[in-house]
T-cell receptor, first 113, second 115 residues
Framework: DGGITQSPKYLFRKEGQNVTLSCEQN?????MYWYRQDPGQGLRLIYY???????QKGDIAEGYSVSREKKESFPLTVTSAQKNPTAFYLC????????????FGSGTRLTVV | GENVEQHPSTLSVQEGDSAVIKCTYS??????FPWYKQELGKRPQLIID?????GEKKDQRIAVTLNKTAKHFSLHITESQPEDSAVYFC??????????????FGQGTTLQVKP
C-alpha cells in the first residue's frame, strides 16, 4: 500500500490498556514519523526517528512511546497515561529527515471504549 | 524553531474558479516546499513540491510559487473541480548535506468546491 503499511486500520482500546500500532515500510527510508490527527485538525507530530536505534520526541509525546530496532519498523505504543487517545494516527517515512519522498501510511483509527 | 503558517483555514469556491492557499515560513534557510492533499478519511498525498532554486512550478491545473525574499509560497488551483475538495497541507524543510531539518507542516486548509 504505497510502500508503507499501517495496521490495524481500526483499533479499540479499553480504559487503562496499552495498545501498539504497527508501521512498516519497504522504501528503504531512513526517517520515520508518527502523527496524530483529530477531527478537522492538522497533523501533530508525536515522535520521529532519523535512523535505527534513535528517536526524538515531537510536539505531543506525552503518553506515547516508540522503538526503532529495525529500519523498516517504527511501532507506536499508546499507553494508559495518554488520557485522550481517540484519534486518527498516521505513520510516515521519508528518504531523510528533510522530507524528500515523504510518504504516509493509510492510518489507524483508535477509539477508546 | 521553524514555523509554518497557512491561510486560510477554510476556503469555498465555485466549480471552475481558482483557489489560492498561502503559507509563510520562519527559517530563511528552508529550501524544500511540498504540498499534500488529504481527502476525507484518507492519508495525505504529495501533489506538488518546489525547491528554492526555482520560483514557480506547474503540473496541469496546479501550480506552486515561491517568494524567498518574503518567505512565502502559495498553491494555485485553476478551474477547480468538486474532486479538488479536500484538506491541503503545506510544508517546509531545510535540506543540506550537513544541516538538514525536519519537515514542518502548516495547519491545513479545507477546500470546498461547490458544483
Amino acid at each position: 500500500d504505497g510502500g508503507i503499511t499501517q495496521s490495524p486500520k481500526y483499533l479499540f482500546r479499553k480504559e487503562g490498556q496499552n495498545v501498539t500500532l504497527s508501521c512498516e515500510q519497504n522504501l528503504n527510508h531512513d526517517a520515520m514519523y508518527w502523527y496524530r490527527q483529530d477531527p478537522g485538525q492538522g497533523l501533530r507530530l508525536i515522535y520521529y526517528s532519523q535512523i535505527v536505534n534513535d528517536f526524538q520526541k515531537g510536539d505531543i509525546a506525552e503518553g506515547y512511546s516508540v522503538s526503532r530496532e529495525k529500519k523498516e519498523s517504527f511501532p507506536l505504543t499508546v499507553t494508559s497515561a495518554q488520557k485522550n487517545p481517540t484519534a486518527f494516527y498516521l505513520c510516515a517515512s521519508s528518504i531523510n529527515i528533510g522530507g524528500y519522498g515523504y510518504t504516509f501510511g493509510s492510518g489507524t483509527r483508535l477509539t477508546v471504549v | 524553531g521553524e514555523n509554518v503558517e497557512q491561510h486560510p483555514s477554510t476556503l469555498s469556491v465555485q466549480e471552475g474558479d481558482s483557489a489560492v492557499i498561502k503559507c509563510t515560513y520562519s527559517d530563511s534557510a528552508s529550501n524544500y516546499f511540498p504540498w499534500y492533499k488529504q481527502e476525507l478519511g484518507k492519508r495525505p498525498q504529495l501533489i506538488i513540491d518546489i525547491r528554492s532554486n526555482v520560483g514557480e512550478k506547474k503540473d496541469q491545473r496546479i501550480a506552486v510559487t515561491l517568494n524567498k525574499t518574503a518567505k512565502h509560497f502559495s498553491l494555485h488551483i485553476t478551474e477547480s473541480q468538486p474532486e479538488d475538495s479536500a484538506v491541503y497541507f503545506c510544508a517546509a524543510s531545510k535540506v543540506g548535506s550537513s544541516n538538514t531539518g525536519k519537515l514542518i507542516f502548516g495547519q491545513g486548509t479545507t477546500l470546498q468546491v461547490k458544483p
